[in-house]
């Protein structure tokens, strides 16, 4: 039987304690959830009564606020809660922005629901978080999550504003990845997805030099949000092939590369896999997730690859944009084969970063850019008039205008998504190669984190 995915958390946590010299009050300190907060509530629909549960939790508050997303799933349990929150904390301390961790969840299945009817569910559970503190600027900051977007954001951001009224000049920064009209920031919505794309150019950068992804085949399993957008950038961006889609009702193939910008026009107009014209559409198998690619990017769910089936995986190189889709001993039969797994505390920390991006835009009340934007058109269009001075040939039109172009928000977005969480990378493979005891990624990110979280609960003086 599978570990569950709170379990092999705490293995993994285990495994990482075992390269540290740490007291084992402040290492269970570290591993443990700080507290967890459980809320059944009634919403009247449909002319009766309805019950509903909602967790969220709090893994690590040595430093605040904590952040999480919420996801809407039938499937939710308290565990995975716990287990979700704990791994915030290590991405939030590996890749270097200022929160703890936290995660919630409410047991639904929002396609049961109307969008009145999710309003009205997602403004009560607003409340009720609101009632305990579980949803602040300042203590903790909620985000999308699987279920949830930019649309169930604005609702609980514009809830907890009517709530907190003394909170109002910063209510905003309640929670990140709301529309744009409601304070949100250009790129969250790709964050995550393009946040694979980059640590995984970064991982062959590294080993096989640059322009290394240009034609590697990639196999996506999930293509919400996250696998939507690692597909399109690797594809646009990097030169890769997506030559399959594993979806929960469907698998798309196309040996040649599946065309990701028509799959998604296609898609945007409602219409079916089975008449996507692209690539050959098959009723999805467990056997697909094996099939062979030089690139596998579980973007789904977790305990996706586990001890049953990881035996079978023939993709070298396995990418976790989704959260724990390799149980613990799952990922120590992958590293026995030989394939590299890109852990999920880095490869789909994008999404906490651009969420930090966002948060102190709304913190500041001001765009990114603003200021220096008119100031840094002036010194390029100086340096290409001085170029020009002291050169008979003059500068190219279309080489003037992207000198003397200033970046937009979304571009510095992008610019400083792609520097953290490249240098995240960069930070566990350097730790890796000067200590190979610790044999994989995933232990030398957690010790990474593990030993950001201590040092700042002894600075505490914990």
């Known amino acids: 039987m599978s570990r569950s995915f709170l379990e092999s958390v705490d ?3 285990a495994r990482a304690f075992g390269h540290l010299d740490l007291p084992k009050g402040l290492a269970e300190k570290i591993k443990i959830t700080n507290a967890i907060f459980k809320v059944t509530f009634g919403v ?16 690590s508050d040595h430093i605040e606020p904590v952040k999480g997303g919420i996801r809407y799933s039938a499937n939710s349990t308290g565990d995975e809660v716990e287990a979700l929150a704990a791994l915030m904390t290590l991405k939030c301390a590996l ?14 299945n929002p396609k049961d629901f109307t969008e009145l009817e999710l309003e009205k569910i997602t403004r009560r559970f607003t409340q009720e978080l609101a009632r305990r503190g579980m949803i602040s600027p300042g203590r903790n900051v909620p985000a999308p999550d699987m279920g949830t977007g930019e649309r169930e ?25 709301k529309p744009l009209s409601r304070g949100g920031i ?52 990097f030169g890769a092939k997506i030559i399959r889609i594993i979806e929960r009702n469907a698998t798309l193939e196309n040996p040649e590369g599946i065309d990701i910008a028509a799959l998604l026009t296609h898609r945007a107009a409602g219409e079916g896999w089975d008449s996507f014209g692209g690539a050959t559409v098959t009723v999805p198998d467990a056997s697909d997730l094996c099939a062979p690619c030089d690139i596998l990017i579980p973007a789904a769910t977790e305990n996706v690859i586990t001890a049953q089936n990881a035996s079978q995986i023939s993709a070298p190189i396995v990418v976790e944009a989704a959260n724990g889709p390799i149980d613990y001993d799952a990922d120590q039969i992958l590293a026995q084969r030989g394939i590299t797994v890109l852990p999920d505390l880095c490869a789909n920390a994008g999404g906490v970063i651009v969420s930090y991006f966002e948060w102190v ?51 510095l977005v992008r610019s400083g998504l792609e520097e953290m969480i490249r240098a995240a990378y960069r ?11 610790l044999s994989d990624l995933r232990t030398a990110g957690y010790v990474i984190a593990i030993e950001e979280v201590a040092l700042a609960y002894r600075d505490l003086g914990i």
């Open 427 to 437: 930070r566990i493979a350097e730790r890796l190669a000067r200590q190979p005891n």
């Open 361 to 411: 835009r709304n913190l500041t009340h001001m765009p990114f850019g603003l200021m220096e934007r008119r100031m840094s058109q002036r010194r390029f269009s100086d340096l290409a008039d001085l170029i020009e001075g002291l050169s008979p040939t003059p500068i190219p039109p279309l080489m003037r205008s992207r000198l003397e172009k200033s970046g937009s928000e979304l571009d």
């Open 186 to 237: 250009n790129g969250r919505t790709e964050a995550t997805g393009r946040g694979v794309a980059y640590v995984l150019a970064e991982h062959l950068e590294t080993t096989e030099g640059n322009g290394a992804l240009a034609g590697k085949t990639v196999t996506v399993q999930g293509f919400g949000n996250v696998g939507s957008y690692a597909s399109l950038t690797l594809q646009t961006e």
């Open 11 to 13: 293995a993994q946590f």
């Open 44 to 59: 009247r629909l449909r002319g009766e009564l309805m019950s509903f549960t909602g967790w969220r939790a709090v893994h």
């Open 95 to 108: 890749v270097g922005v200022p929160f703890g961790g936290s995660k919630g969840a409410l047991a639904i």
């Open 153 to 177: 954001m604005a609702w609980m951001a514009d809830e907890y504003r009517r709530v907190s009224p003394a909170e109002t000049l910063n209510a905003a920064a309640c929670v990140t990845g």
